[in-house]
């Protein structure tokens, strides 16, 4: 984990989101305290558990991408999952448990990231042998005699040549025959009605049991260099290193963004009866947050100290809708604001990788070079803003749709008759979308 400053982290988040200061405030000192965590006594690091948060907000402000590039920041495992695909044990949906083994899963992804760089340099040097006894074979007996000798150096000067003709490139084309495993289609044993760990356990038994098929291919240099590549890989990786490296990188580093957690509050007002699966939802993600033990297929987790960032729009429901118990698991709450004019206009201008710099640099690719005008941005946020007034206020997402239908002639133009500059002014953004704004059914032609 890097070792940012709280000021260091809002700055990074500056350069991809535009405003929500209290927010990305939050997170930078949740993730100090982190670090800070690190440092303490074994003693006190015991007692001590990350401060969730609950980002308060409507759609399309950056709670997602607030959390998403904090994760990128830090290096750490990090999941986004959806509060409602998730269901009480028992009735039909995912187990709650689920979330802590996908946690895993992206922990196992970067674990092995880092080890992969560490044993490709060796990999490299076991690959060019192998090429070079595919390209040279050496004879099944061994050399005993005299004339042997002499046939066995001339077999290693051969051999050398192959070895620098193969540095420089010069037998990429060339073919050879390798042995490649055939992989097994994953075989499903059961439903997903919270069976999720021994469905894999059964799927791996399986593979253990049925024979793995390997046929010859004839196939160049080049592509034989990859798969060797990857057989190489996998080869010099130790799975149990792996996994145990996993499991603690993530018990103690782990991120879980739990989207729509609103939906899961209790009954809205003047129900009388209570959703079961919601509450029961609640009930079961509790032990989760407070910290227990999850059996995964790598090893038991603790969920101890994994920090929980949960966000939801709450326009029907409080967080105080909450179990008691469950409020408590997330003392730090931070409210997102609506999007301005001025935001939008700053957000296809400010960030590192804005709307604007990704459409222009989709099209560079056919030759057509998109410049934007002040005026022609500064019409673009009037009209995103107006729009999300008079409909569904869908946030920053309102940009995408609008740029989209703004560029929409450009681009399916762009390869065969557009060539040189389109500049976006006030005029082309108001050509191209007056019609779709003025008219009364915005529905049907924006959402």
Same mark, same amino acid.
């Given at each position: ?13 500056d ?8 927010a990305?405030?939050a997170? !930078?000192? =949740?993730?100090?305290?982190?670090? $800070?965590? *690190?440092?303490?006594?074994? /003693?006190?690091? #015991? ?101 042997? !000798?002499? =046939?066995?150096?001339?077999?290693? $000067?051969? *051999?050398?040549?192959?070895? /620098?003709?193969? #540095? ?30 021994m ?12 024979p ?12 034989a ?42 009954p ?9 699966? $919601? ?20 090893g ?122 389109v500049?976006?002014d ?22």
């Open positions: 984990m890097q070792e940012l400053t709280p000021r260091q982290v809002v700055e990074k988040l350069q991809h989101i535009v405003g929500q200061d209290d990305k405030r997170v !930078a000192v =949740a993730l100090r305290n982190r670090w $800070r965590w *690190k440092q303490l006594s074994e /003693e006190i690091r #015991r007692e001590v558990t990350p401060k969730n948060i609950i980002m308060i907000g409507p759609t399309g402000v950056g709670k997602t991408e607030i959390t998403r590039r904090l994760a990128q920041l830090t290096g750490a495992p990090f999941i986004k999952i959806e509060a409602t695909k998730y269901t009480e044990v028992g009735y039909y949906g995912r187990d709650v448990e689920s979330m802590v083994r996908d946690l895993v899963e992206a922990a196992i992804q970067l674990v092995k990231a880092a080890k992969r760089e560490e044993v490709e340099p060796k990999a490299k040097v076991r690959v060019e042998e192998r090429l070079l006894e595919l390209l040279l074979p050496a004879p099944q007996d061994a050399w005993d005699s005299q004339e042997d !000798a002499d =046939a066995q150096a001339r077999h290693e $000067r051969t *051999k050398e040549k192959f070895r /620098e003709m193969l #540095r420089a490139g010069q037998c990429e084309d060339r073919e050879v025959e390798l042995r490649v495993e055939q992989r097994q289609a994953p075989v499903q044993i059961f439903s997903n009605m919270g069976m999720e760990q469905d894999m356990d059964f799927q791996n038994m399986f593979e253990r049991l049925m793995k098929n390997a046929q010859k291919r004839k196939m160049s240099i080049a592509d260099r990859k798969i060797l590549l990857e057989q190489e890989i996998e080869a010099l990786m130790d799975a149990d290193v792996i996994h145990e490296e996993a499991i603690r990188l993530a018990e103690n580093t782990g991120i879980i963004f739990i989207d729509e957690l609103d939906k899961i509050c209790g809205e007002e003047g129900s009388k009866q209570a959703d079961v699966s $919601r509450q029961g939802v609640q009930r079961d993600l509790l032990p989760i947050v407070e910290g227990t033990t999850v059996q995964t297929r790598y038991n987790m603790k969920t101890d100290h994994i920090l929980f960032i949960a966000a939801g729009a709450f326009h029907r429901s409080r967080p105080s809708d909450l179990m008691p118990e469950l409020q408590g698991r997330f003392p730090i709450r931070v409210e997102l604001q609506d999007l301005t004019r001025d935001d939008y206009l700053r957000i296809l201008t400010e960030p590192s990788s804005s709307l604007t710099r990704q459409y222009a640099a989709l099209l560079e690719t056919d030759g057509v070079k998109v410049e934007f005008k002040e005026d022609g941005l500064s019409a673009l946020a009037d009209i995103a803003w107006d729009v999300n007034q008079s409909s569904q206020n869908i946030g920053a997402r309102r940009l995408h749709t609008l740029l989209e239908r703004l560029l929409e002639e450009v681009s399916f133009e762009a390869p065969d008759n557009v060539s040189g500059t500049t976006i006030r005029e082309y953004v108001h050509n191209r979308l007056d019609k779709v704004t003025q008219t009364e059914d915005l529905s049907k032609f924006i959402l």
